[in-house]
């Protein structure tokens, strides 16, 4: 019997393919695994998320910069940060069923031959001893393809900051403590990518590496803490549904003092959503070694010079778009019909508002037009006329638009239109002007 768990993502997984979200990367020749293309509204809620993330971490701050490195870096990036020596996954194979796990996560993990089961407890596998697997993905530059023009994709977007320590703080002027953010692709060799959009070899990051001195990285480190949770509850995401992990020593990945995962409960259970690291002078410290350049900071009221301390604030985009959609994602039983509602926040809605005409006739078409073309200059919004008025709210409320404005026999009158919340259901009526004031008050980032 199937799960609920995977009944729910499976309904996720084709409303996202039906409205047009998300799809199968290279659908037509079968698609490739763990690969998936943003359509016209998952591309535009990716950007309003990220827009979001952006307006959050850098223009609404003072102390922190932007950035857009490339993804290809020099490959002694990688030595030296010890991704090349230690970014790896323990793997098994099953010599039985031919698959390929991780070792640390078997009990997750589902057999080839019986998915209900884990490979451990199928009663016919025959695991090898775990080897370890490193993650980056390889490629080379240049027209010769040996050992000498090996270059990794990037499996964090952290390094190219780190390694521009010196030109944004030169550039820019900023003094400690302060920080660099950038949003942008990362790879990952996954050994077992899955569950939709959550863990994929290609994806997107949004990081953010804040620069403090050795003796106040507790005090930033909470702080971070306390701006990145109240970062998903202005995104619109159920609070209940999220919690800290806080990662042992065990746990900790090679550069971390400390860190802590927001983590979100999933249909498929409590996953990371963001991790927040104390890095200390790991990155920078090696960096200064390796590439024999200082990257210490002088501080002018004690004339100290110091590596700095990183505090690292690191979102996956894809993942957390997931999030949104699950969280956003109801069905609601209308008279003997089951109808989905994606209420996502109108902050990051991908389509703020659809116009309607009531019917097809009586001026009103060419009056929704002209609203729909005003609307247009300062909003994604939709029009259409097709079908019942019904069918039609039902579409935008599954494609995740909060109003849906509709054009009647009483605007060609008083010019009022009536405003139509997704959410409360309540009908208001409003002028064109009262429209964009609202609109522009409620999408508001
Ligand atoms: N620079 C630190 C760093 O990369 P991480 O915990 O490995 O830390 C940060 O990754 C975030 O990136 C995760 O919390 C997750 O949201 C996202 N992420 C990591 N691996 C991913 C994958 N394979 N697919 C999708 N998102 C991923």
């Known amino acids: 019997m199937m799960s609920s768990a995977s009944e729910t993502m499976e309904k996720l997984v084709s409303l996202c393919k039906r409205r047009g979200y998300v799809f199968q990367s290279s659908e037509i020749y079968g698609g490739l695994i763990s690969c998936w293309d943003y359509g016209p509204l998952g591309a535009e809620l990716k950007r309003n998320i990220k827009t979001f993330w952006w307006d959050a971490m850098t223009n609404r701050r003072d102390d922190i910069e932007g950035l857009d490195a490339a993804i290809l870096m020099h490959p002694q990036v990688w030595h030296t940060s010890g991704h090349v020596a230690e970014f790896t996954d323990p793997m098994v194979d099953c010599k039985v069923c031919k698959g390929r796990f991780r070792a640390d996560q078997l009990e997750h993990a589902h057999c080839l031959n019986k998915p209900s089961k884990t490979p451990e ?248 037009q002209n609203v729909y073309a005003d609307l247009k200059k300062r909003f994604k919004v939709f029009y259409d006329e097709s079908g019942a008025v019904g069918r039609r709210y039902a579409r935008m409320d599954e494609a995740g638009c909060p109003f849906c404005i509709t054009v009647d026999g009483q605007t060609l009158e008083d010019n009022t239109m009536t405003v139509r919340d997704r959410d409360t259901m309540e009908q208001s009526r409003m002028t064109v002007d009262e429209v964009v004031a609202f609109l522009a008050e409620r999408t508001a980032v």
């Open 121 to 368: 407890t199928c009663g016919q596998s025959e695991l090898t001893e775990a080897k370890n697997f490193n993650l980056m993905f390889k490629t080379f530059m240049g027209p010769i393809e040996d050992d000498s023009a090996v270059v990794f994709m990037r499996p964090e977007t952290a390094q190219g900051i780190y390694v521009n320590f010196l030109n944004v703080k030169n550039s820019s002027r900023q003094k400690l403590p302060f920080g660099i953010a950038q949003i942008g692709k990362a790879f990952r060799n996954e050994i077992t990518p899955g569950n939709f959009i959550f863990r994929t070899r290609e994806f997107e990051q949004m990081e953010m590496q804040y620069f403090v001195p050795p003796a106040e990285d507790e005090t930033w480190f909470e702080y971070w803490r306390e701006q990145r949770w109240s970062w998903y509850e202005r995104l619109g995401i159920t609070m209940t549904k999220l919690r800290w992990h806080e990662h042992k020593d065990d746990e900790l990945a090679h550069y971390a003092k400390a860190a802590f995962d927001i983590e979100y409960e999933y249909p498929f259970g409590w996953q990371e959503l963001e991790g927040i690291h104390n890095r200390t002078d790991f990155d920078l410290s090696r960096h200064m070694e390796a590439s024999k350049k200082d990257l210490r900071h002088f501080d002018e009221a004690t004339k100290e010079k110091f590596i700095p301390y990183i505090i690292e604030t690191s979102a996956g985009c894809d993942r957390t778009l997931l999030t949104v959609l699950v969280d956003a994602y109801d069905e609601v039983e209308v008279k003997g019909e089951t109808r989905v509602f994606l209420r996502i926040s109108p902050r990051i809605a991908p389509i703020k508002a659809a116009i309607f005409p009531l019917v097809k006739k009586d001026g009103m078409p060419e009056y929704a």
